[in-house]
């Protein structure tokens, strides 16, 4: 790995700026020394008991019959639970919820009728003693099930598409512009291509798991969230409970990735069977339950259609997808919504249709909409800019748009152009031959690729709570979660620098529903939602200090009369005089001060309304295709990314690295295989399922831009936790066709796929 460098940090004055430091992980020595306690090992005592979860053996369909007897009777079995005597739940509601949010909190309920909706739906579950007595009388439960045809292919399905009323996030379905059939026809220079990506799941190295204890009627449940409020509303919705019932604790999180956004079947039966035992219970879902019921993206077909001007002008934009969604449960992902504000054209088509299948629901998966769909679009961009003879920088230079196309507003920062220019420079783009399988090295063909990304940043409605006590120790408190992206490390600086006191006055407390609400960890948002509300807390405890400060008698700052005032070094100054804060609260406050602040939600903030408001980057990859095997090596991977202010350039880099990690998974490798008689995920391990591990990841360099968004938030930062993902997957395809000449358009692009192009020597 080489050198991060943050022309942010070198620019801030080191004395005044904590944000924009590349700080080390506060938490990171409490991981490694195995003191950071994940959802399965909070300890409830020899009390606690453990359940399993047996999932149904079909994909659709219904239990005639399900004998629990030998599990019942099986050493240290506590409790056996099905439909037929779990307690009432509220019923599924309808596939699309009224709202956007509702999604997010409705009532999800479990082992509720006999009726089985997709392969491994929870069936029965059984408690134990033990965890090992609980998983051995689940091979003693006996199910008869009454098999009805399931309908998984999503290529065989199209003309049965349907046209869904949103897509995720609230953004509308379809988006028209111009005239694009008519500009599309007329073009001189043409790509119409349809690509192909498959089923991919997100696997936390933490799975999910819950331990739920009640006391009297109200219940505690430790586990894996990355939104808080979401479980919270989610458990009360589907017990049918107060929320105020409902205490939720996750103060860490072994990764979530979009998957832990809601709650899943471990955290709904713990909450039954701890009710029903009087006993804390624990469930954790194994890693093969996790790809049938932890959510997944779904399968999806893009047509991209893009008209162009021998110039490079394109004259049309069109963006076609079909994705396969559960019949219970509809998740449309936004995959064509970029293509609204990434390149300029007059006529512009995007649209988003459904093929409903007998899976479980489709859930958000990193960078939910740019992953698949900016794999598609910025390879097709990658194709019109050879059938144009242009230069792919080039070709996307042209069609920098002066304003959001669709949207016809400014956009707060944009710096795509700058992004694509550095990375050039850096990366060396310049030695890139454009012809096809033109670069070779003994038996390896080499390839360059590159390609854009965009993200929508956005803010989540969130409040924080600041303290400050007679010993000078600050405490922020929000039901914010850390999910590894470093959110205690930024909550710190942030806090730090508002309040001019050093990061180890700082603590900072999250992951409990009891501290004020946040939008939680999702959708880049985490970072400038939670991070917001706390420095508008400090600001308010800092006025509210001062205040004190300058009318109690007590105070040496009593009746000062000057504007010459400064919270630093720990102190409180002004004038010529100054107080460590310490002592001025043990002065004029023995009990500390309080301050709370608030933030968003985005469609209310004046920023969001009036701008198109993205990330931006460029991504750049080497690669090496054995001419003989195909296979394909990464080289090196270059992002360059405009996300606003970078409040930790350390944590943030992580970020984009893991994203461009991401990237080459879904180029090359991830893919989860659905077997198409039963329904069933196929390679549903990590052994099977391919993801990029050390060996795959080349050296990876990122470059942050100096960029600060007055626009997006008072932090001047935007999101940038997915924007990693977005193109990155691109520029390693685009690399592989600059190396071969052979264009894949089903992703991954795997060996099998390369066989009919062996050997490359004829290039
Ligand atoms: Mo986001 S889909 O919660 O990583």
Same mark, same amino acid.
């Given at each position: 790995m080489t050198e991060t460098t943050t022309n942010a940090t070198e620019r801030s004055s080191p004395n005044s700026s904590v944000i924009g430091r590349p700080s080390d992980r506060i938490d990171g020595a409490l991981k490694v020394m195995g003191r950071a306690t994940y959802a399965y090992e909070h300890a409830a005592g020899e009390a606690t008991a453990y359940g399993y979860i047996l999932g149904a053996a079909i994909a659709k369909g219904r239990i005639v019959e399900i004998d629990t007897t030998d599990a019942e009777q099986a050493p240290g079995v506590l409790h056996v639970m099905t439909h037929r005597n779990a307690p009432p739940l509220p019923v599924f509601g309808p596939p699309v919820t009224p709202t956007v949010p509702e999604v997010f909190t409705r009532a999800r309920p479990m082992l509720a009728t006999d009726r089985v909706r997709y392969y491994d739906e929870p069936v029965a579950l059984v408690v134990a003693e033990t965890f090992e007595a609980a998983r051995a009388a689940v091979g003693l439960i006996r199910v008869h099930y009454e098999r009805e045809a399931g309908i998984f292919d999503l290529k065989e399905r199209l003309t049965e598409a349907y046209t869904p009323r949103r897509t995720n996030a =609230?953004?509308?379905?379809d988006s028209a512009v111009g005239d694009f059939e008519g500009a599309f026809a007329a073009a001189s220079v043409k790509i119409d291509a349809t690509y192909r990506t498959p089923f991919e799941h997100h696997n936390p190295m933490e799975p999910h798991a819950t331990l739920a204890i009640w006391s009297g009627d109200e219940v505690t449940i430790y586990t894996a969230a990355q939104t808080l409020a979401n479980f919270r509303a989610g458990i009360a919705n589907t017990l049918n409970i107060s929320p105020e019932r409902v205490r939720i604790v996750s103060p860490y999180i072994g990764g979530g990735f979009g998957s832990k956004l809601i709650i899943h079947a471990d955290t709904v039966l713990a909450a039954l069977a701890a009710r029903i035992l009087e006993r804390p219970v624990k469930i954790a879902l194994t890693r093969q339950q996790m790809f049938a019921n932890a959510g997944h993206r779904a399968e999806m077909i893009q047509q991209v259609r893009l008209g162009a001007n021998p110039d490079g002008r394109l004259a049309a934009i069109g963006h076609d997808v079909y994705s396969a969604t559960s019949r219970f449960e509809e998740y449309c992902e936004q995959t064509a919504v970029f293509a609204r504000s990434l390149y300029a054209a007059p006529n512009r088509l995007t649209r988003h249709r459904l093929v409903s299948v007998d899976l479980n629901r489709g859930e958000w998966m990193r960078s939910p909409g740019e992953a698949p769909g900016m794999l598609a679009f910025e390879c097709a961009v990658d194709e019109l800019a050879e059938r144009l003879g242009l230069d792919p920088i080039e070709l996307r230079i042209r069609n920098e748009p002066v304003e959001d196309p669709e949207r016809r507003v400014p956009f707060s920062t944009r710096n795509l152009v700058a992004c694509m220019k550095e990375g050039a420079h850096r990366f060396g783009w310049g030695h890139r031959k454009p012809a096809p399988g033109s670069t070779r090295e003994g038996r390896n063909l080499i390839g360059y690729g590159m390609a854009a990304a965009i993200r929508p940043n956005f803010i989540g409605a969130s409040r924080a709570q600041v303290t400050l006590d007679a010993n000078g120790q600050v405490t922020a408190r929000l039901d914010m979660t850390d999910i590894g992206t470093g959110t205690y490390t930024i909550l710190t600086q942030i806090a730090a620098e508002s309040l001019g006191v050093p990061m180890s006055s700082i603590k900072v407390e999250l /992951?409990? @529903?009891?501290f004020p609400r946040t939008a939680g960890s =999702? /959708? @880049?948002?985490g970072a400038a939602s939670a991070g917001s509300a706390l420095y508008h807390a400090c600001t308010a405890l800092k006025e509210h200090i001062l205040e004190t400060a300058l009318t109690n008698e007590s105070s040496p700052f009593y009746r000062a009369n000057t504007d010459d005032t400064r919270f630093a070094g720990g102190e409180l100054r002004i004038g010529g005089r100054s107080e460590r804060l310490a002592d001025l609260v043990r002065r004029i406050a023995p009990l500390g001060f309080e301050a709370e602040g608030s933030v968003g939600p985005a469609s209310e903030t004046d920023g969001y309304k009036a701008y198109s408001q993205h990330s931006y980057g460029a991504h750049f990859a080497e690669v090496a295709v054995d001419c003989d095997t195909g296979e394909i090596r990464m080289r090196r991977l270059l992002s360059v990314i405009g996300a606003g202010r970078i409040l930790n350039p350390k944590t943030a880099r992580s970020q984009i690295i893991g994203g461009m990690t991401w990237g080459i998974g879904a180029a090359l490798m991830e893919k989860t295989v659905l077997d198409p008689r039963h329904g069933h995920f196929v390679n549903h391990d990590l052994a099977e399922y391919h993801v990029a591990v050390n060996a795959d990841v080349p050296d990876m360099e990122v470059i942050f831009l100096e960029e600060h968004d007055d626009k997006a938030n008072p932090l001047g930062s935007k999101g940038l936790g997915e924007l990693g993902v977005c193109g990155a997957g691109a520029a390693v395809a685009n690399a592989v066709y600059n190396a071969t000449g052979f264009r894949v358009r089903e992703f991954p692009i795997t060996l099998d796929q390369m066989l009919p192009i062996l050997p490359l020597t004829g290039i």
């Open positions: =609230g953004f509308e379905t /992951g409990d @529903s009891r =999702g /959708g @880049s948002w």
